[in-house]
């Protein structure tokens, strides 16, 4: 659809206006932009000597340790420092931060041997490291942290079995196979006097609920100060497997009977019902079930029925349903058993 031809005209004259409008205004823009850069950098400048404050990160670094040496006790990485200055100072020095280099702590400066095998650097000390790599205006106001203390050890260690605190749950119809871990020992630096007390390597404190398939955690260990495991930390893997229904045919039985009686049901068999942990299912057999009742049992039984139960249940089955619950008896006694019997009336009657 094309525009009327007065319409064409208009809004082209428009365009033409706001170009030529353009074209006489673009000197005072290019000047306007102009004196504003300037003030801009003028009023930075200005800014520049007022005082600011900043943070600045050292690394830490331990030198001059003898061989054989291990640090037990948890050590920074390193030192946040709040500095103040003049802007322009700060703004140059932050400029090259990247160049700082780690605050270098002398071991055999503060090492007080083996009373505590303990190295304490007090703040002091660490202001007047930092202070040598700052500009000389530059104050240090505060530090985080504010002082360096850890433990040593002189190589004393002990190898230890990994083992759990805590608590596992699964959801329904799962159970807990095991749990391993990943090394499943450690080395464990300390002093002597603690070492001859430890036995395991406890992981911190897990509750970990729900689980319905294998897991694998990353942990870490309980400790104390003085102490330090090689690795920090292990993998522990929570085996999960799952209950599975199922249905076996279990003939009923006497159980110890005296020779020569023998029971008899109708039906012979029951369907027992069961739970059963998935990694058990195939070496499960009818055999490993004991279906029925004993003699005495029987004898006290003033019922017409049999109730029915089980006397041996495998290990690893659980919620078991018998059906029938109930069924008819009798206690039938053996040919070879009256055979016995006339021999024994026949032995009497010759006396």
Not at 149 to 166: A, C, D, Q, T, W
Not at 297 to 310: C, F, G, V
Request: hydrophobic share 40%; proline share 5%.
């Amino acid at each position: 659809m094309q525009l009327p031809k007065t319409n064409r005209q208009s809004k082209k004259g428009i365009l033409l206006g706001l170009s030529s409008l353009l074209r006489e205004k673009s000197g005072d823009i290019l000047i306007f932009a102009f004196f504003l850069a300037v003030s801009c950098g003028f009023w930075f400048l200005q800014k520049l000597e007022d005082t600011f404050e900043s943070e600045v990160v050292f690394p830490i670094e331990i030198v001059e340790m003898p061989k054989g040496m291990v640090i037990t006790s948890p050590l920074p990485k390193e030192i946040i420092v709040n500095v103040q200055d003049r802007g322009t100072n700060l703004f140059n020095f932050v400029r090259y931060s990247s160049e700082v280099e780690p605050i270098k702590i002398d071991f055999s400066l503060y090492d007080d041997g083996a009373q505590t095998n303990k190295v304490a650097i007090p703040t002091v000390d660490l202001q007047r490291v930092i202070q040598q790599q700052l500009p000389s205006s530059t104050q240090i106001m505060e530090m985080s942290p504010n002082k360096i203390e850890f433990h040593y050890n002189r190589g004393i260690s002990k190898r230890l079995p990994v083992s759990f605190l805590g608590k596992v749950t699964t959801g329904m119809q799962h159970y807990l196979q095991d749990i391993t871990f990943s090394p499943d020992s450690v080395t464990v630096y300390a002093t002597s006097s603690i070492l001859d007390t430890l036995q395991y390597a406890y992981i911190q404190s897990q509750e970990i609920n729900g689980l319905t398939r294998t897991s694998k955690f990353e942990v870490g260990f309980t400790s104390i100060s003085t102490m330090k495991m090689v690795p920090e930390t292990v993998v522990m893997t929570a085996h999960i497997d799952y209950y599975t229904e199922q249905t076996m045919q279990i003939p009923i039985v006497g159980v110890d009977f005296p020779k020569g009686c023998v029971l008899k049901t109708f039906p012979a068999m029951a369907n027992v019902k069961f739970w059963v942990k998935a990694a058990m299912l195939k070496r499960l057999k009818p055999e490993n079930f004991v279906l029925g009742s004993t003699y005495e049992e029987l004898l006290a039984n003033t019922d017409q029925k049999l109730r029915l139960q089980l006397t041996s249940i495998p290990d690893g089955v659980s919620n078991v349903r018998i059906y029938p619950q109930e069924v008819d008896f009798l206690l039938e006694q053996t040919y070879e058993s009256f055979t016995d019997s006339l021999a024994s009336v026949d032995k009497f009657a010759k006396y």
